[in-house]
């Protein structure tokens, strides 16, 4: 069994920024990528930031410049530094892992429940 468990969401002034954090715990034998998506009420979930387990990044043009994804290998966790944060970044984020449970085993991918992020003054 493994669970994702995101935290840091809120409400933020437009211009403010906020940090997420997912941990993953439970049976876990090596993590391939990790990655942030969101969806907004009414529209499809999209990625935001992703991450690879050598630390190789890549970003939605919307948020490139502004967001940085980051992990700590050795706590299972990632992290998303949002900065500037605009009203249009209003959504729901949610972090996926790619995670090997045991030696032999195949990987699958699990997400975190997700977290309320609100730009708005």
């Known amino acids: 069994q493994v669970q994702l468990v995101e935290s840091g969401g809120g409400l933020v002034q437009p211009g403010g920024s906020l940090r997420l954090s997912c941990a993953a715990s439970?049976?876990?034998?090596?993590?391939?990528?990790m990655g942030w998506y969101r969806q907004a009420p009414g529209k499809e979930r999209e990625l935001v930031a992703r991450?690879?387990?050598?630390?190789?990044?890549n970003y939605a043009d919307s948020v490139k410049g502004r967001f940085t994804i980051s992990r700590d290998n050795a706590k299972n966790t990632v992290y998303l530094q949002m900065n500037s944060l605009k009203p249009e970044d209003t959504a729901v984020y949610y972090c996926?892992?790619?995670?090997?449970?045991?030696?032999?085993?195949?990987?699958?991918?699990?997400w975190g429940q997700g977290t309320q992020v609100t730009a708005s003054s």
């Open positions: 991450i690879t387990s050598g630390g190789s990044t």
């Open positions: 996926d892992a790619e995670i090997q449970s045991t030696a032999w085993g195949r990987r699958s991918h699990y």
């Open positions: 439970g049976s876990i034998f090596s993590i391939n990528a």
